[in-house]
Structure formats: structure tokens, C-alpha cells
């Protein structure tokens, strides 16, 4: 299972304003493990006919199953193209895959967005770049890679601290905190987490900060038992991570120093889970 909250080379600002940014824009439509077995049961009756009419969905499901039962968290990435699937192939794929709990954007230099979608099947991603169908992938990991490409080669190393405004009180520490912070960071260290929720900052202070951050390439939003939103900042290794209630008001404000958040990374355990329930599904399709 996904931990934390399922318990509980720069880029143009420009690119950044193609994002959605209300809650509304990122809402994730779940399927869930109930619609899961109301495909399967549905398999059983019309699964022949399936067969026949969509074999490469099928051989795909069936090696992306394979695929997901060895995959680790930490280990590289595995991908499927879509280009080559007819249109009823397509649509049996998302029927199957269904929707799941992370949801995103990421920006790209071109202007272009690519769109990341979790399955209801933990660790099994639909990503989309652009509006052609040839750009369509499904890909077993921990997160997509061009999530992390993204974050890493489209913000900076750089944070340059300025003067604070009037008003001001304790912005100035904490953002050399997070510049030490994120210049020592390397690949396999715990992330620093910086809980801006307890901290006695003002809205001159949250307002320098995040001027001073500015926005990433990356935006992903999860919604499990509640609801998450986690963005790249502009500056490598920071990232926002905020939680919400019911009422889309942020209970939890922090930022990350590290790698991809891990609340929108799937674990081990994931995998071996969704590859048995993907394979249950495959084998009442093609029985």
C-alpha cells in the first residue's frame, strides 16, 4: 500500500500557467477494486468475443500483468506503448485500468502538457503526451519517469534569497534552511520535511516564500481517504505537499526536500497485488 496519506535547465513560468490549479481541475474519478470485479464477471460473458476482436489488448494486459508481479519500487520503469491499438482495443484497456487515486500534469519546454493517470491498479499508470494517441503509454513503476525527468531537469539549482518585504518575519530562515537543505540532497537520502502548518509565518512570509520557490513542471493530486496535492517547486529536490479536508480547506502545509514525494509513489507490495488482481481479470477475459 501507498504509505502516509493513504493513512492519514528552468521552465518558463508561462508553461506553468497552462496548469489547472482549483481542486475541481484535478478530481480523480475512481473505480475501485468493485469495479474491478464487475469486469471481470462481465469478462466471463463476453470474454470470446474480446479475444477475438482485441488481441493486442489483450497480449498487452496479459505482459503488463508479468510485468508488474517483478517490478520494484526503486527499479526502472517498464513501458507499453498504445500507439498500434485500434480504438475498441483502447477502450478495453481503460475499462480494465479504470481510474485510481493519483492524477497529474506534468509541463513540458514545447508548451505541450503530459497527462499521468494511476490505474485502480496500483503502479500501473496511463500517460498521455499531448492529444496523440501515438504518445499514449502504460507504464509500470513506482511514479512515471517523465515525472521525475521533469523535476529534475526543468527547475534550478539555484534559490536566490532576496530581501525580505516589510511585514516579514521568519521567511528568510527557512529559506536558507530549504537552499542547504536541497544542495546537499542526494538520490537515497531520507527527505527533509519542513512543516510550514507550525511554523509562526504570516502571509507576507508564505507569499515571499513561494515567490521566492516559484512553481515546478510537475502537479499531481491524490485523493484517497483524503485529499492531497503535490507540486514541484521551481528550485531541484523541493516540493510542495499540502493535505486537505472534505471542505478543500489545507490541514497540513509542508515542503519536501528530496525526491518524488513518497505519497504519490507505489510500494512494493502494490505491484505484487496488482498483478494478481490484473491477471485474475485477464484469465476470465480469455477463458
Not at 506534468?106 to 508548451?111: M, R, S
Not at 516564500?209 to 521551481?234: D, E, H, K, M, W
Request: a negative charge.
Amino acid at each position: 500500500m501507498k504509505t502516509a496519506a493513504r493513512n492519514g535547465d528552468e521552465i518558463p513560468a508561462s508553461s506553468m500557467s497552462e496548469f489547472p490549479v482549483d481542486a475541481d481541475s484535478l478530481d480523480v474519478i475512481h473505480s475501485g477494486p468493485a469495479a474491478v470485479g464487475a469486469l471481470a464477471e462481465r469478462a466471463w460473458r463476453d470474454g470470446g468475443e474480446l479475444a477475438r476482436n482485441c488481441p493486442n489488448a489483450i497480449a498487452l494486459l496479459s505482459n503488463a500483468a508479468a510485468a508488474a508481479r517483478g517490478q520494484k519500487s526503486s527499479a526502472r520503469t517498464q513501458l507499453y506503448g498504445l500507439a498500434d491499438l485500434s480504438d475498441p482495443e483502447r477502450k478495453l484497456i481503460a475499462e480494465v485500468l479504470g481510474e485510481g487515486e493519483v492524477a497529474g500534469f506534468v509541463a513540458l519546454p514545447d508548451g505541450s502538457l503530459a497527462e499521468i493517470q494511476e490505474s485502480v491498479l496500483a503502479g500501473i499508470w496511463r500517460v498521455r503526451i499531448g492529444t496523440e494517441p501515438a504518445h499514449e503509454y502504460l507504464e509500470i513503476g513506482a511514479i512515471p519517469q517523465i515525472v521525475r525527468r521533469a523535476a529534475t531537469d526543468l527547475t534550478s539549482t539555484n534559490l536566490v534569497i532576496g530581501a525580505a518585504p516589510d511585514g516579514a518575519m521568519n521567511v528568510l530562515p527557512v529559506l536558507a534552511e530549504i537552499r542547504e537543505r536541497a544542495r546537499v540532497w542526494r538520490h537515497g537520502m531520507r527527505a527533509h520535511v519542513i512543516n510550514l502548518t507550525l511554523l509562526p509565518m504570516n502571509a507576507v512570509d508564505l507569499a515571499f516564500l513561494q515567490q521566492s520557490l516559484g512553481n515546478g513542471p510537475v502537479q499531481l493530486i491524490f485523493r484517497g481517504y483524503g485529499t492531497c496535492r503535490v507540486q514541484a517547486t521551481g528550485i531541484r529536490n523541493v516540493w510542495s505537499v499540502q493535505f486537505f479536508n472534505s471542505m478543500d480547506t489545507i490541514i497540513l502545509d509542508t515542503l519536501e526536500v528530496g525526491g518524488t514525494p513518497i505519497v504519490a509513489l507505489a510500494a512494493d507490495e502494490d505491484f505484487e497485488d496488482s498483478a494478481e488482481r490484473l491477471q485474475e481479470i485477464m484469465k476470465a477475459y480469455v477463458s
